[in-house]
């Protein structure tokens, strides 16, 4: 294991921000803290870098447990959501500060910041400054800068959350061929279930100070633990007394065997996808149910608005 992180709690003031905390962070893998605003993953991460402290527990590091070892003792890199470059360096010298002033042979540097900024495509901005790179480019040159230490793990907290939705998901592919490839241990945050989902081998969702799940993002989609977790990995809506996923829901317009039955009160298209929400006839339902289909089933099923249908769970989704 790359880090080990055993009991740890921290207050501020009497506010719990994180109770009793195990985890297990495997080397060479890309793991996610997922999980809502005010959680506790920013926190976590930060005690794991060394730049908070814990009121109580470990972190062990590669081995060596980290309690009151300083930051840089820990060989950690990190990027932040806003990183704060030198402005006045250029894109070469922000990455290779850190060699720097570890005092490393100049020809050792020049060939590892080369390497560095082919790494992350931006040989051709070498002498260009900080200001006059996009948002993403500046967060490429950040993750340059903290890689360029030879770090053993690799923090990232909500490195994309700045930029736009395009740019976010370049980033997210970029990130995980960057992983492939340099197999660093990386820690990275994030609220957004889907870069979670999408990026990370294996997913922590954090929730109140506590971790509700720790596992592959197949297992978290399927298994989930807990009806929290259920809800925050995808759009969920209640069927007679279950959280279920509005996919997972069969329509039909005839009679049939059925946990709810009731009448399509809203109709909304989304590219291939069409959901609706159908209003119980049963009172004691709370809300509209959420069903979601394909377009080409929802014509085949011959669905409208207004129409009276029967609710069931899909056979074989849980
Ligand atoms: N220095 C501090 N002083 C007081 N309270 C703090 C401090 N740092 C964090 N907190 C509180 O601890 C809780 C957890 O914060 P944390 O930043 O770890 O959450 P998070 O899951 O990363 O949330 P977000 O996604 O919004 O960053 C929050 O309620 C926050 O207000």
Redesign the pocket.
Known sequence: MSIEVAGVSKR??D?V?LDDVDLSIPTGQLTALL??????????LRIIAGLESADSGSVVIEGVDTTGVPVQKRNVGFVFQHYAAFKHLSVRRNVSFGLEIRKRPKAEIEAKVDELLRLVHLEQFADRRPTQLSGGQRQRMALARALAIEPSVLLLD?PFGALDAKVRKELRDWLRRLHDEMHVTTVF?T?DQEEALEVADSIVV?ND?RIEQVGTPDDLYDKPASDFVLSFLGPVTRLGDHLVRPHDIEISRYEQAAVTVGTITRWTRIGFEVRLEVTPEDARQPGPVLVSLTRTDATALGLHEGDRVWLRLRPGAS
């Open positions: 501020f003031g506010f921000a999980g809502p605003s005010g959680g506790g993953k920013t926190t976590l909500e945050v609220h954090i100070g």
